[in-house]
């Protein structure tokens, strides 16, 4: 028993002799998770346990005999105390308080504290009881937790820099250097995020998810870490033997219950042990980011349900070509294009021959083949350059850049040829079908309602001389 009491006092007894009182304060706080300081009537240490040496990173030989004063970040808080609580005139009870506090090395925290006189047996004397909580866990927390929600409710930030924020305030929240954000796919482990001051690692880095850490804490599906990997049965672990992470803190990231990847933070130096409430904000970091993941794709999916319904507003349903709306803005770009550049567009006007005696003679579903077939066909014909859309019933607009009247021509008799030798087959019985076109060139200096009417007038030609043919309007350049 007195070795304990030796250790506990760094070889210094109590001044008031009484063992029992040493013995019972010795053995009741040696090893609780709080620090305890015993203090005598002078403010003078003369008992402290193992925690507060743990918390304030001095040797107990240090402590012991050194004024309490030197344990508060300010002075005046120690003087305050002295009148409201370390005094011989002191009654109870001994309610909590907060308290700043100062270690060896300068850093402070705050301190949940308890404490009070004790009368020692021998009435003169006094000592002075402190029980101190390090708070600096759960404050450190609490601000963690406000910079997250600072940055998932800013709606100036993208998803991508909302992300890259959340890893930059958990590096600085757990004093490593390195966060990721991962994807999951099978034993596939892909970097999508990563913040990385040792410059080691990038986003789109891929690794076998058994050479990482974060394969054991997909065993434990949760939050998950461990410190002083070298030291523990990790060494051997692919993931230390290449990078040498000392320390590691992650949790794995779920849409639907389904665990889609993981976010974690490591450095190749010990932080020291992680705490339950370490794991408990890891958790809460990585549900944040949960919510951020869902609400990102529920937006990438509205914006590809929003594109889908503006594709089906510009284009042909029966054709899949552009319609009138989609060709029209497609003339309006090309003839500024032309414009701006001094290029040459040919516009020609398609009609089908006899359209309507094809629908009433075989009905409106051999009709709308006819309509599919002419569009497989001229986009086969066109470059990639060109343009085509469906102008209204079976009349199409074909948009032909940088090409003058001739060439035009060689490119829409060529379109007619295919037209005319595919044919319409209807119950064994070969139907002819054939259509009509007008062509016309412009230097674009002139409105595209000018460029339809002339090219309208040279199909009505080619109707006229009796069908199945191209006509370039007169005013037709090259």
């Known amino acids: 028993m007195n ?9 210094n ?57 030197e344990l508060y970040e300010d002075t005046a808080d120690f003087r305050e105390q002295g009148r409201k609580r370390f005094n011989r005139n002191a009654q109870g009870p001994h309610e909590a308080y907060l308290m700043r506090y100062r270690r060896k090395d300068g850093s402070v925290f705050d301190g949940e504290t308890i404490g ?33 929600h600072e940055i998932t409710s800013n709606p100036e930030l993208s998803f991508a820099q909302r992300r890259t924020a959340i890893l930059e305030l958990g590096c600085k929240h757990f004093g490593m250097p390195i966060g990721i954000v991962s994807r999951i796919d099978g034993d596939r482990y892909e970097i999508i995020d990563a913040v990385d001051r040792t410059e080691s690692l990038e986003a789109g ?30 060494c051997n672990h692919p993931c230390y033997q290449r990078f040498a992470l000392e320390s590691y803190i992650g949790a794995p990231l779920k849409i639907d ?66 319609n009138r709306r989609l060709i029209a803005q497609q003339f309006e770009r090309e003839i500024e294009r032309g414009r701006r550049y001094a290029r040459a567009l040919s516009v020609v006007v398609v009609d089908f021959d006899n359209f309507k005696r094809l629908n009433d003679r075989h009905g409106h579903a051999v009709g709308d083949r ?30 032909l850049p940088d090409t003058a009247g001739a060439s035009a021509m060689i490119t829409v008799e060529r379109l007619l040829g295919r037209v005319r030798a595919a044919g319409l087959e209807v119950n064994g019985e070969n139907v002819p079908f054939t259509a009509s076109a007008g062509v016309t060139t412009t230097l674009c200096d002139e409105p595209p309602e000018i460029v339809i009417d002339r090219a309208d007038k040279a199909l009505y030609e080619a109707k006229a001389q009796g069908r ?3 006509v370039r309007s007169e005013s037709t350049l090259g």
């Open 370 to 399: 006819a309509l599919k077939l002419f569009a497989e066909l001229a986009k086969s014909t066109l470059r990639g350059a060109d343009a085509i859309g469906r102008w209204g019933g079976e009349e199409f607009i074909l948009l």
């Open 205 to 234: 880095q891929v690794f076998d998810l058994p050479e990482t850490y974060c394969c054991n804490m997909l065993v434990e599906d949760g939050p998950y870490a461990v410190d002083r990997t070298g030291e523990s049965a990790l």
């Open 13 to 69: 007894t109590l001044p008031f002799g009484d063992d029992a009182l040493q013995l019972l304060l010795a053995h009741t706080f040696a090893d609780i998770p709080e620090a305890v300081v015993v203090a005598d009537a002078n403010r003078h240490i003369i008992l402290v346990n193992n925690a507060l040496v743990s918390l304030f990173r001095y040797s107990r030989e240090e402590l012991i005999g050194l004024s309490t004063a």
């Open 468 to 470: 199945d043919r191209a």
């Open 3 to 11: 070795s304990l009491i030796e250790n506990a006092t760094g070889g």
């Open 116 to 148: 009070g006189r004790i009368p020692a047996s021998d009435a003169s004397g006094v000592l002075y009881l402190g029980i101190i909580r390090d708070l600096s866990g759960r404050v450190a927390s609490e601000k963690a937790l406000h910079g997250l």
């Open 257 to 322: 219950g389904e665990t889609i990847g993981t976010l974690n933070f490591s450095s190749t130096s010990p932080t020291g042990e992680f705490t339950q409430n370490d794991l408990d904000l890891i958790g809460m970091f990585s549900q944040w980011l949960n919510h951020e993941l869902l609400r990102e794709r529920d937006l990438a999916e509205l914006q590809r349900a929003h594109d889908q319904l503006k594709q089906l507003a510009t284009l042909d349903e029966l054709t899949g070509l552009g």
